[in-house]
T-cell receptor, first 112, second 114 residues
Framework: KNQVEQSPQSLIILEGKNCTLQ??????????LRWYKQDTGRGPVSLTI?????NTKSNRRYTATLDADTKQSSLHITASQLSDSASYIC???????????FGTGTRLTVIP | EAQVTQNPRYLITVTGKKLTVTCSQN?????MSWYRQDPGLGLRQIYY???????DKGDVPEGYKVSRKEKRNFPLILESPSPNQTSLYFC?????????????FGPGTRLTVL
């Protein structure tokens, strides 16, 4: 069964600290994996898109990694800011299909 | 500004009263879709459209209808809303159906059915 699981469900960190969010998936055949940031009450916004051949991709303070062998991805946030408080959603896309599989997200709260 | 817009943003209605949530994009995207987001379940696709007059069911289409008469608009229709359709709805669009095209999401419509 195609599934995307994220951990932790929620996370609270101090401003300025780093954190890492995890995404494990069983989706196959895999095309690409995306991380989205969703602020409360708003639509998701794309952070990174990685194909199966990419191991890492960065977008400012966000760095996503992908291990297609173990079917794991992580999103590392460096020097967190209050504006990083949001839900982070991992999405895995099947090859040759429209099927997107969404994780349930990690709710990150950055406190001063 | 390139964007996906939805209206209304918030809606409270009663069971059985037909409603339409509009979605419009100004990026000349071919592909549009509707999702609902519920706590603990993540986003689930309701319907999608690959181009004008081409629509297909997603994972949870029951109780919903869509139409794509124009490229920029993709309204979601609830003919007879029920309380289990209380949810947060997102419209999204991308250039094509390709798995590599980024999807742009609208701001969401929070629907409550009493």
């Amino acid at each position: 069964k195609n599934q995307v699981e994220q951990s932790p469900q929620s996370l609270i960190i101090l401003e300025g600290k780093n954190c890492t969010l995890q995404c494990n998936y069983t989706v196959s055949p895999f095309s690409n994996l995306r991380w989205y940031k969703q602020d409360t009450g708003r639509g998701p916004v794309s952070l990174t898109i990685m194909t199966f051949s990419e191991n890492t991709k960065s977008n400012r303070r966000y760095t996503a990694t992908l291990d297609a062998d173990t079917k794991q991805s992580s999103l590392h946030i460096t020097a967190s800011q209050l504006s990083d408080s949001a839900s982070y959603i991992c999405v895995v896309i099947l090859t040759g299909a429209n099927n997107l599989f969404f994780g349930t997200g990690t709710r990150l709260t950055v406190i001063p | 500004e390139a964007q996906v817009t939805q209206n209304p943003r918030y809606l409270i209605t009663v069971t059985g009263k037909k409603l339409t949530v509009t979605c419009s994009q100004n990026m000349n995207h071919e592909y549009m879709s509707w999702y609902r987001q519920d706590p603990g379940l993540g986003l689930r696709q309701i319907y999608y459209s690959m181009n004008v007059e081409v629509t297909d069911k997603g994972d949870v289409p029951e109780g919903y209808k869509v139409s794509r008469k124009e490229k920029r608009n993709f309204p979601l229709i609830l003919e007879s809303p029920s309380p289990n359709q209380t949810s947060l709805y997102f419209c999204a669009s991308s250039f094509r159906r390709s798995t590599y095209n980024e999807q742009f999401f609208g701001p969401g419509t929070r629907l409550t059915v009493l």
